[in-house]
């Protein structure tokens, strides 16, 4: 059971910007842990987009970026191209429940 | 270039048991902590377990504890997920991948899809 909220689907058309959301709680983004972003296109495993709140591995696009504020965090893809159509998933570690690693509900973004 | 390559996919009937693996490559140092996520059909993904492969210290999620077994063999670098009595609702595909201390996973392995039926 996800503890951390995020839209089941944003879209927009090539070119545009979307925002994704990750809402969590005071004890895993409002505590201090830091929020993880990952890219899964279909059939495929899962792969880091974003790693501590806003830093992107060698080989991501510049037009990928993360922010955090409070209990929330975001990702956000600027000039959306056809080839970033995915599920997006944030990710981040939570105090309660004897300490785990939580993954967000999941968004699928689609390119119109 | 750390690398995770995943035992292949499984068909099983209730009740039976299963150990897939994940062989992992590449690193510069002896031990990593790798963790298993699983994923459901067309749901998100879901954190299992941990291990640490210096010490084979696992650690599970409260939803997966008493469900499967974590462990290690250090001298082959591979983690296994373990099954003494598969469900139908084990039908999933499950993906180990490698932490990067304190908190993110990168990279990760490939996927095994179990598939549980009678």
């Known amino acids: 059971q996800s503890v951390l909220t995020q839209p089941p689907s944003v879209s927009g058309a090539p070119g545009q910007r979307v925002t994704i959301s990750c809402s969590g709680s005071?004890?895993?983004?409002?505590?201090?842990?830091?929020v993880h972003w990952y890219q899964q296109l279909p059939g495929t495993a899962p792969k880091l987009l974003i790693y501590?709140?806003?830093n992107r591995p060698s080989g991501v696009p510049d037009r990928f970026s993360g922010s955090k504020s409070g209990t929330s965090a975001s990702l956000a893809i600027t000039g959306l191209q056809a080839e970033d159509e995915a599920d997006y998933y944030c990710?981040?570690?939570?105090?309660?429940?004897?300490?785990?690693?939580?993954f967000g509900t999941g968004t699928k973004v689609t390119v119109l | 270039e750390v690398q995770l390559v995943q035992s292949g996919a499984e068909v099983k009937k209730p009740g039976e048991s299963l150990k897939i693996s994940c062989k992992a490559s590449?690193?510069?140092?002896?031990?990593?902590?790798i963790g298993w996520v699983r994923q459901m059909p067309g749901k998100g993904l879901e954190w299992m377990g941990i291990?640490?492969?210096?010490?084979?210290?696992?650690r599970y999620s409260p939803s997966f504890q008493g469900q499967v077994t974590i462990s290690a063999d250090k001298s082959i670098s591979t983690a296994y997920l373990q099954w003494s009595s598969l469900k139908a609702s084990d039908t999933a595909m499950y993906y180990c991948?490698?932490?990067?201390?304190?908190?993110?996973?990168?990279?990760w392995g490939q996927g095994t899809l179990v598939t549980v039926s009678s």
């Open positions: 005071s004890s895993n983004i409002g505590a201090g842990y830091d």
């Open positions: 501590g709140n806003t």
């Open positions: 991948a490698n932490i990067i201390t304190p908190s993110w996973f990168d990279p």
């Open positions: 590449g690193y510069t140092f002896t031990s990593y902590w």
């Open positions: 291990i640490y492969l210096g010490d084979s210290d696992a």
């Open positions: 990710q981040s570690y939570d105090s309660s429940l004897s300490g785990s690693y939580v």
